[in-house]
């Protein structure tokens, strides 16, 4: 069964202290792995898009990477503001290939 | 990134009666746009993906009479859900892909059924 599974669930970091958020995927035919970004009560903001192992990609203070089974959204020095809940998704090649299916979500909170 | 609009972002409707929810691609065309449920503290759920000009294909277990999906130009998608019942309450978020890869999402809408 397809499935996409995120880890921790919830964490808390102080701010300035650098952490890793998974994404553990198991389907068939990756055609893309997505990170977005939902702030309460709105829709996801998306983040980054990765389409093969061995590739990253950064945006400020976030960096994701792929390998053939899990992904990884890093958080460099992170402050209050990137406090959120991150989502990740997968694309398949095939049938219906804009769905994405998604993980539970980790819910980042930082503090000052 | 591309812009999608979703209207409303909140609404309260009695048992019984029926909700229209609005997605516009602004700056894209969307010849597909794609319907998602997110209950708190979960993540989301494809309902029904929506097509231009065609019928809509719907996710299984879901009631294609009681979330119907009208696709009827490249920039409106609507979702109207009949005979609304509390359990229908939920976050509902529509989706566009303007290259065909990347998703973007509007605002979502709170429905809360009383």
């Known amino acids: 069964e397809d499935q996409v599974t995120q880890s921790p669930e919830a964490l808390r970091l102080q701010e300035g202290e650098s952490s890793s958020l998974n994404c553990s995927y198991t389907?068939?035919?990756?055609?893309?792995l997505f990170w977005y970004r939902q702030d309460p009560g709105k829709g996801p903001e998306f983040l980054f898009t990765?389409?093969?192992a061995g590739e990253e990609k950064e945006k400020e203070r976030l960096k994701a990477t792929l390998t053939k089974k899990e992904s990884f959204l890093h958080i460099t020095a992170p402050k209050p503001e990137d406090s959120a809940t991150y989502l990740c998704?997968?694309?398949?090649?095939?049938?219906?290939?804009?769905?994405?299916?998604f993980g539970q979500g980790t819910t980042l909170q930082v503090k000052p | 990134g591309a812009v999608v609009s979703q209207h409303p972002s909140r609404v309260i409707c009695k048992s019984g009666t029926s909700v229209k929810i609005e997605c516009r691609s602004l700056?894209?065309?969307?010849?597909?746009m794609f319907w998602y449920r997110q209950f708190p503290k979960q993540s989301l759920m494809l309902m029904a993906t929506?097509?231009?000009?065609?019928?809509?294909?719907?996710e299984q277990g879901v009631e294609k009479d009681k979330f119907l999906i009208n696709h009827a130009s490249l920039t409106l998608s609507t979702l109207t859900v009949t005979s609304a019942h509390p359990e229908d309450s939920s976050f509902y978020i529509c989706s566009g892909l303007p290259g065909n890869t990347e998703a973007f999402f509007g605002q979502g809408t709170r429905l809360t059924v009383v």
């Open positions: 998704a997968v694309q398949q090649w095939g049938g219906n290939t804009g769905k994405l299916i």
């Open positions: 389907v068939s035919g990756l055609r893309g």
């Open positions: 990765l389409y093969s």
């Open positions: 929506s097509n231009e000009g065609s019928k809509a294909t719907y």
């Open positions: 700056d894209f065309q969307a010849t597909t």
